[in-house]
C-alpha cells in the first residue's frame, strides 16, 4: 500500500450529515434510564426541575462546542478541541503540560462515555433475567450480562467497520424501534388520565430537606449525576470531523438533539412520578417504567417495555461505543496515545480502538453493579466538560486563535457563560458527585475513578517517548538518505 494510501485510511471521513449525526445521538435520551429513579430518592418531585435545569445547562455548554467544532474541523469533539487548544505550537521540551492538559481532557471525556457499553449490558441482562424465567435457570444475571454484551459489542462493531454511515443507518432504524415507544410512555399516562399532579406537588421536596452544607453538596451531586444524562447530546459534536458541512450540520445536530432531550426528559420524570408517587418511583428506582406501563397499559404493557428498553439499551451502547472510538482515535492522532489507537481501516473506522473499548468493558461488566460503574464515570464526564469549558474561554482569549475562522459563533461574551459552567462543573458538581457517591455506595467507585484518570499519566509518558523514538528514527534514516544521495554525487567519498 502507498504511503497516501496509508494517510487516507488513518484519517476519518466526511460521509455524515446532520440528520446522520443526530440519528446516531438519538441514544442519549436513554441515558436517563439508569437515572430516572435514582434522582427522587434525593430530591423528590423536584427531580422535574432538575432535568430540565440540566438539559438547558446543555445549551449553555453546547453552544460553545459547538462553535469550537466549526473552529475546529479537523479536531473530534470536546477530545480534539481540548487537545488542539492547550497544546504548545513548535514545542522544544521534553513534555508540554498544555499537551498534558488537553490529553488528560480527552481522557476524562472517553472514561465518561465509554463506561456506558458495560452499564447497559448489565441492565440488559437484568431485563433478560427478568422477562424470561426459563433463562435464570441456565444463567444467573452476570452471565446473561456477558453474554449480551458479548453479542451487543460484537454485532456494531461487525456493522460499524463499514463506516459511521452505516452506524447511523442503525442509528435510524433503533430509534423508530426505541424512542417512539418512550415518547408513547411519557405522553400516554396523561392521554389516559393516570398522572395525578397531587404526586408530584405534595411531595415537592424530601420533608428534611434543608439548605444546608449537606443538602447543598447533595444537590450539586445530583446536577452532577443528572449532566452525565442530559448534556451527553454534545456527542453530535464529536463528529465535526465526518459531517459534510461542519459549520451547517453541527449546529442543526446539536439544537435538534437538545430540543428532543428537553421534552423527553421532563415529560418522562414527571409521568413517572404522576404516576407511581415518589415512594412508588423509590420502590421501583431500577426500571419505574415497567410499573407505569402496567398502570396504563396492563400485563402485556411491561412485556413490550422491556423489549422497548432492550432496545433503547443498544442504541445508546452503539451511541457510546462511536463516541469513545472516536475519542481515543483522537488522543493517539494528538500522540497522547500509543499510535495503535490511532489506526483505521479503509472505511474511516478506528477498529482497533473499538476492539479495546469492547475488551475494557466485558471487564467492567464483571463489577456487576450498573450504579457503581456510573458513579465512577460521572467524575470523568464532569471534569472533562469543566476543563472543555476553560479551554474555549482560551480559546476566545489567545491571540493564537483570534483569526480562526468561526462560521458558527455562540452569542456575544459566552466566554463568560462558559467560564461560569466550567467553574460549575469543576470544582462544583466534582465535589458533589464525590460527596454523594461516598453516602449512596462508599469510596470505592470514586476511588475506581480517579484510579481509572490517574492511569492516563504513566501511558502519556510512554507515548511521549514513543514519539521522540519515532522522530530520532525519522532524523536517522532522512540522515543516511542524504549521506547515500552525497556519495552518488561524488564517488570519490
Not at 513534555?95 to 447497559?120: Q, R, V
Not at 452505516?166 to 442509528?171: K, N, V
Not at 417512539?180 to 411531595?203: D, M, Q, R, W
Request: net charge neutral; aromatic share 12%; charged share 10%.
Amino acid at each position: 500500500m502507498s504511503e497516501n494510501r496509508l494517510d487516507e485510511a488513518d484519517h476519518l471521513k466526511r460521509s455524515i450529515n446532520w440528520k446522520q449525526g443526530m440519528a446516531i445521538a438519538l441514544g442519549v435520551p436513554l441515558l436517563i434510564l439508569p437515572s430516572l429513579g435514582y434522582l427522587p430518592m434525593y430530591v423528590s418531585a423536584a427531580a422535574i426541575l432538575i432535568w430540565g435545569v440540566s438539559v438547558l445547562q446543555g445549551f449553555m455548554q453546547n453552544a460553545a462546542y459547538a462553535e469550537m467544532a466549526t473552529a475546529f474541523p479537523k479536531a473530534s469533539g470536546l477530545p480534539g478541541f481540548a487537545q488542539t487548544i492547550f497544546r504548545t505550537e513548535n514545542y522544544r521540551g521534553k513534555y508540554d503540560k498544555g499537551k498534558l492538559i488537553g490529553g488528560f481532557t480527552a481522557w476524562s471525556y472517553w472514561f465518561g462515555w465509554n463506561p456506558i457499553l458495560a452499564i447497559f449490558a448489565i441492565l440488559v441482562g437484568g431485563y433478560l433475567h427478568g422477562l424470561f424465567p426459563a433463562l435464570g435457570e441456565t444463567f444467573t444475571e452476570y452471565q446473561l450480562a456477558l453474554l449480551a454484551g458479548a453479542v451487543i459489542f460484537g454485532g456494531l462493531f461487525v456493522v460499524n467497520w463499514f463506516g459511521l454511515k452505516d452506524g447511523a443507518i442503525l442509528g435510524y432504524v433503533l430509534a423508530a424501534v426505541s424512542l417512539i415507544p418512550l415518547v408513547v410512555l411519557a405522553v400516554a399516562p396523561f392521554a389516559t388520565g393516570h398522572v395525578e399532579l397531587g404526586n408530584i406537588t405534595g411531595s415537592w421536596w424530601p420533608t428534611d430537606w434543608a439548605w444546608d452544607m449537606h443538602h447543598i453538596l447533595i444537590l450539586f451531586g445530583v446536577f452532577g449525576i443528572a449532566q452525565w444524562s442530559a448534556c451527553a447530546w454534545e456527542t453530535a459534536a464529536i463528529y465535526g470531523p465526518e459531517y459534510k458541512n461542519p459549520s451547517k450540520d453541527v449546529p442543526k445536530a446539536l439544537l435538534a438533539c437538545g430540543i428532543i432531550c428537553l421534552v423527553l426528559y421532563v415529560l418522562l420524570q414527571t409521568a413517572v412520578i404522576g404516576v407511581l408517587g415518589v415512594e412508588g418511583v423509590q420502590a421501583e428506582s431500577v426500571s419505574p417504567l415497567i410499573p407505569v406501563a402496567q398502570a396504563v397499559f396492563g400485563e402485556a404493557g411491561s412485556i413490550i417495555t422491556i423489549i422497548m428498553l432492550i432496545a433503547a439499551m443498544v442504541l445508546i451502547i452503539q451511541t457510546a461505543y462511536l463516541g469513545s472510538s472516536r475519542a481515543m482515535h483522537s488522543m493517539s492522532v494528538e500522540g497522547n496515545l500509543p499510535k495503535v489507537f490511532g489506526k483505521t481501516n479503509r472505511q474511516g473506522t478506528p477498529f482497533v480502538a473499538m476492539l479495546v473499548i469492547g475488551a475494557f468493558n466485558l471487564v467492567l461488566i464483571s463489577m456487576g453493579n450498573a450504579a457503581a460503574i456510573l458513579a465512577a464515570s460521572a467524575i470523568g464526564y464532569t471534569c472533562a466538560n469543566g476543563i472543555s469549558l476553560f479551554a474555549y474561554v482560551r480559546a476566545k482569549k489567545h491571540p493564537a486563535f483570534a483569526n480562526i475562522e468561526r462560521p458558527f459563533k455562540a452569542p456575544k461574551g459566552w466566554k463568560n457563560v462558559a467560564m461560569l459552567f466550567g467553574l460549575f462543573n469543576v470544582p462544583l458538581c466534582l465535589i458533589g458527585v464525590v460527596y454523594l457517591n461516598s453516602l449512596e455506595i462508599g469510596w470505592t467507585s470514586t476511588w475506581v475513578g480517579f484510579l481509572v484518570l490517574a492511569l492516563f499519566v504513566p501511558i502519556w509518558l510512554y507515548t511521549q517517548r514513543e514519539s521522540r523514538r519515532s522522530n530520532e528514527e525519522a532524523v536517522s534514516v532522512s540522515a543516511s538518505d542524504d549521506d547515500d544521495s552525497e556519495r552518488v554525487l561524488d564517488p570519490i567519498r
